[in-house]
Nanobody
Framework: QVQLVESGGGSVQAGGSLRLSCTAS????????LGWFRQAPAKEREGVAVIGTDGRTSYSESVKGRFTISKDKAKNSLYLEMNNLEPEDTAMYYC?????????????????WGQGTRVTVSS
């Protein structure tokens, strides 16, 4: 069983930056496919970024060039650096994990989820 705890959300103005963190426990960190997802009000949960066990990353088109996903194996932590934030980035952000190689970048490919952290971007 993988436990995930996010932190770092908050409120910023458009153009600002935030850094989200997610601490994982309960499984060997290096053996996890990790991802960030978000869900805005009245919208479906969508993928933001994924990082595989080999460190390869993928991003949604809407955040490419503005967000960076990274991980620190020594701290069992996943990060999402968000720059040049836009009001459209307002959502609840979730950390997710799957054991082994990444099967995909959609919510259905991840078995473990954190409780979420809220990000609000004002114009």
């Amino acid at each position: 069983q993988v436990q995930l705890v996010e932190s770092g959300g908050g409120s910023v103005q458009a153009g600002g930056s935030l850094r989200l963190s997610c601490t994982a426990s309960g499984y060997t960190f290096r053996g996890l496919c990790l991802g960030w997802f978000r869900q805005a009000p009245a919208k479906e949960r969508e993928g933001v970024a994924v990082i595989g066990t080999d460190g390869r990353t993928s991003y949604s088109e809407s955040v490419k060039g503005r967000f960076t996903i990274s991980k620190d194996k020594a701290k069992n932590s996943l990060y999402l650096e968000m720059n040049n934030l836009e009001p459209e980035d307002t959502a609840m952000y979730y950390c997710a994990a799957d054991v082994g190689f990444c099967r995909g970048d959609t919510p259905g490919h991840f078995d473990y989820w954190g409780q979420g952290t809220r990000v609000t971007v004002s114009s």
